[in-house]
């Protein structure tokens, strides 16, 4: 009964927000043609520079402030961390939540908002509220919406010279691992805690099974184009990954961290568990797709490469 | 045909559909195995692959299935028989949402045992479950001695609708991940990957399986009702107070393996009863055979049906038994 309740609010929602988004996109098309005005302001493109972002997504929030607009930063949302001085910023929801009153009372003149966020879009466009709309998809699309999210800003040399800083730093770990053997890798970002349950990897697409290409390594779950696998016992067994690398979120002792990596020792045929290569990498760098991404693949490349790094 | 023959034959039966279900299910996977090579003991075990998913990965779980599968059919029968209500399933009275609060709190706060190191999902599911009970039983006999099943019915029904607005509060406050997961949970999932969790629940479905031994003549005189049971005799607070203490055990254990696989308590004591009848000294030891059988030829389609990728086993029940079953009442009506 649970599962029927949260089914069908998770199926209603999404049918309305299409049904929105259709019905939305008809009024849009209808209003520029009718009323014959030129569309600018009507997905707010003002010509100034903004100077009161909001950002409700903690990617984007990272590359505002890498890019020299931190101070025109004035909230973020509620899982931002990064850098250091988000976490003074007031804080207005997120992609479930977002805080529209809190939102509009800070008067923001650009909000960073995702694409999904449907309804926050029709409000925050009733409201004449400038915004800018993220797609989360794979690593290539980090670097493109740091370039659009500097020539939004007008911080195009900015925006430019950090792209070239990542594109380098991701060109340099591709050419430390080129050549080397590919280990085959289960890139594991859920699981039950200390048990081998409820195990949730990436599949062959997305940022996480791009970052796992780039740091020179091979998805076991390649084959099944979908961003998250359940992966059992018996595919586990059967795929035998060389690597096991585990995302895990939180702080954890090195002590949790041990008794973690052993619960995989059940799987004893599993070559990655036979020849101790198994680890949990408990730091967030490997999951924000933003201007770290050089940085979280090196933290992969390192594992997956421990000879290549030593020096 | 008297009851002891009408029993043999059902047990006989039924039997022998969950006996080829428990050793066919484990010979089929998403991947295919060299049997030959899985049960040779001369490679060591660590190194033999083929056997490792035979007994690491798919034993476990066809084990897991039969137990989870007869103990949420037999408690389904109970509790149609305890509130004489042919709609009850094992989770009406509050169990599998007490148990599925317990799972989500463990899952979003990543709770674990602490000194015996394993994950806290099945026990926090577990406590859920205790609580569920404890709270409609308590509600139950508030006002009058004895056990009002309508009472108890109506603060079970209300209760999952408490606990499943809880449910969604937590949800909303979790990680998206953690949320996900919990959704999951909610659909049953037989991959255990260990006996442990078997071995723990196994004394509690046990014990519940004695008390359902002694039950099986209550029940029936509690299908006359209520009076007709107590001038036969019958001591009828204690025998509904067992049965809801023995099913609640039951559904707790069997949702603390696997979640709560939703349909198998409706339908296999349904089926069972349109064709072995509605003596319940037939019934529950038909059903518990059909049971395990049923949930674990779902389980062999859940996971090989669109291999690599899993269908979770809860919807596979609800796909094929509700169907099926409805098919069988129109026939049968």
């Known amino acids: 009964m649970i599962l029927t309740t949260i089914f069908f609010a998770r199926i209603t929602q999404l049918a309305k927000n299409q049904k929105i988004l259709r019905w939305f996109f008809v009024f849009f098309v209808s209003f520029a043609c009718f009323a014959m005005r030129p569309s600018a302001g009507a997905i707010g493109q003002s010509s100034t520079a903004p100077s009161r972002i909001i950002s409700l997504i903690p990617a984007v929030s990272e590359m505002l402030f890498a890019i020299g607009a931190g101070a025109q930063v004035v909230a973020v949302s509620s899982f931002d961390e990064y850098p250091a001085e988000v976490r003074k910023l007031p804080r207005v929801g997120a992609l479930l939540d977002p805080d529209l009153e809190r939102i509009l009372s800070l008067a923001p003149d650009l909000v960073v908002v995702y694409e999904s966020q449907t309804d926050l879009r029709r409000q925050l466009e009733r409201a004449s509220i400038p915004m800018f709309i993220y797609k989360h998809a794979g690593l290539a699309d980090v670097t493109t919406t740091i370039r659009l999210l500097g020539g939004r800003i007008g911080r195009d040399a900015e925006a430019n010279a950090l792209v070239t800083r990542i594109d380098a730093g991701l060109a340099g770990i591709r050419a430390r691992v080129a050549g080397r053997p590919k280990p085959r890798t289960l890139l594991v970002f859920g699981r039950d805690a200390l048990a081998l349950r409820g195990i949730y990897a990436s599949g062959g697409v997305g940022f996480l099974h791009d970052m796992l290409i780039a740091a020179g390594g091979e998805n076991v779950f390649a084959d099944v184009k979908q961003q998250s696998v359940q992966a059992t016992s018996e595919l586990i067994l059967a795929r035998a990954p060389e690597v096991i690398l585990e995302l895990r979120a939180g702080d954890m002792t090195a002590e949790q961290r041990k008794r973690e990596e052993d619960v995989w020792r059940v799987l004893s045929s599993v070559p990655a568990v036979r020849s101790g290569r198994v680890s949990i990498i408990n730091d967030p760098l490997t999951v924000v797709p933003g201007p770290r991404v050089a940085e979280g693949t090196e933290l992969i490349a390192r594992l997956l490469h421990p000879d290549t790094f030593a020096q | ?333």
């Open chain 2, 1 to 333: 045909m008297t009851v002891r023959r009408r029993i043999a034959v059902a047990t006989a039966g039924f039997g022998a559909l969950a006996v080829a279900a428990i050793t066919l299910a484990p010979l089929v996977g998403s991947t295919s195995i060299d049997l030959r090579r899985a049960l040779d003991w001369s490679v060591p075990f660590a190194d033999n692959v083929d056997a490792q998913i035979f007994f690491v990965a798919r034993l476990p779980r066809t084990l897991a299935g039969a137990l989870v599968g007869a103990s949420l059919a037999t408690a389904g029968v109970v509790f149609q028989g305890l509130l004489r209500n042919p709609l009850a399933t094992p989770f009406t009275l509050g169990v599998s949402s007490g148990a599925a609060l317990g799972a989500m709190l463990a899952i979003t706060f990543d709770w674990t045992l602490g000194i015996a190191g394993i994950s806290a999902v099945p026990a926090a599911a577990f406590a859920g479950a205790a609580c569920a009970v404890t709270i409609v039983y308590a509600l139950a006999r508030a006002h009058r001695r004895g056990l009002s099943t309508d009472i108890l019915l109506l603060a079970g029904v209300t209760l999952n609708a408490f606990f499943s607005a809880l449910i969604l509060c937590v949800q909303y406050f979790a990680d998206f991940a953690d949320a996900y997961r919990t959704l999951r949970w909610l659909m049953g999932d037989l991959d255990v990957s260990s006996y442990q969790p078997i071995i723990t629940s196994l004394p509690l479905v046990i014990v519940s399986f004695f008390v359902f031994a002694w039950l099986a003549r209550p029940l029936n005189l509690l299908s006359l009702g209520v009076d007709s049971a107590e001038t036969r005799g019958l001591a009828v607070t204690y025998a509904q107070r067992s049965a809801f203490f023995s099913a609640s055990l039951a559904t707790g254990a069997a949702v603390s393996i696997g979640g709560p696989v939703g349909f198998i308590g409706i339908i296999v004591p349904h089926l069972v009863r349109l064709i072995v009848g509605s003596d319940h000294r037939v019934v529950l030891p038909a059903s518990a055979l059909f049971g395990a059988a049923f949930l674990v030829g779902c389980d062999v389609l859940a996971r090989t049906l669109i291999a690599p990728v899993e269908i979770p086993v809860g919807v596979i029940t609800a796909l094929i038994g509700g169907p099926f079953f409805l098919w069988l009442l129109v026939r049968r009506t």
